[in-house]
């Protein structure tokens, strides 16, 4: 079946680390998107990427970095320079503009 | 800017009961709405869209959301829930003008009593 597969499930960073978190899809799909969920606040974008060697920066993308080498893979790093890193970290997917978004199953990262 | 609002925090409702949850978003076209639902610690699962056209859409799992463009809102309706419908409800938009960027409401978790 195809989907998105985020890895891993838990991440635990220790200060002055970068982590970087694993997204791959096989839907096909050509954008793809990093999205940060806070109890209470929502998602909100982090970066997204609309096709290969190409992303752009979301509403909250300061301390943190991605790739999109690949068309199926889109890794989030988390920078030391990110301070309140702890969070609920999703990817998503999506083959067009204004088709739905399919989500991988999140990341939880925590400090140390 | 775009926004969404979805007034309630928390609903609490009883198996059977029905069940409707706002979303109000602000915006100055027609924009492209979906409704997404999320149990404790995965991703969000698409429950419907509305794209254009007939203005009450149905979802799976029985629910349904009509577009009011006059009230600026897509509600969503189940008319019997089940236990298995408690998770949290998150209303999105597609931000016009800017390829495939989403913005979500900050959602209402739905807890349901036996």
Not at chain 2, 87 to 101: H, P, Q, T
Request: aromatic share 14%; with cysteine.
């Amino acid at each position: 079946d195809g989907g998105i597969t985020q890895s891993p499930k838990y991440l635990f960073r220790k200060e002055g680390q970068n982590v970087t978190l694993s997204c791959e899809q096989n839907l096909n799909h050509d954008a793809m998107y990093w999205y940060r969920q806070d109890p209470g606040q929502g998602l909100r974008l982090i970066y997204y990427s609309q096709i290969v060697n190409d992303f752009q920066k979301g509403d909250i993308a300061e301390g943190y970095s991605v790739s999109r080498e690949k068309k199926e893979s889109f890794p989030l790093t988390v920078t030391s320079a990110q301070k309140n890193p702890t969070a609920f970290y999703l990817c998503a997917s999506s083959d067009s503009f204004g088709k739905p978004q399919h989500f991988g199953d999140g990341t939880r990262l925590s400090i140390l | 800017a775009q926004s969404v609002t979805q007034p309630d925090i928390h609903i609490t409702v009883s198996e059977g009961a029905s069940l409707e949850l706002r979303c109000n978003y602000s915006y100055g076209a027609t924009p492209y709405l979906f409704w997404y639902v999320q149990s404790p610690g995965q991703g969000l699962q698409l429950l419907l869209k509305y794209f254009s056209g007939d203005t009450l859409v149905q979802g799976i799992k029985g629910f349904e959301a009509e577009f009011k463009r006059s009230q600026s809102s897509f509600n969503l309706r189940k008319p019997s829930v089940h236990w298995s419908d408690a998770a949290e409800y998150f209303c999105a938009v597609v931000r016009g003008g800017s390829n495939y960027k989403l913005t979500f409401g900050k959602g209402t978790l739905l807890t349901v009593n036996p």
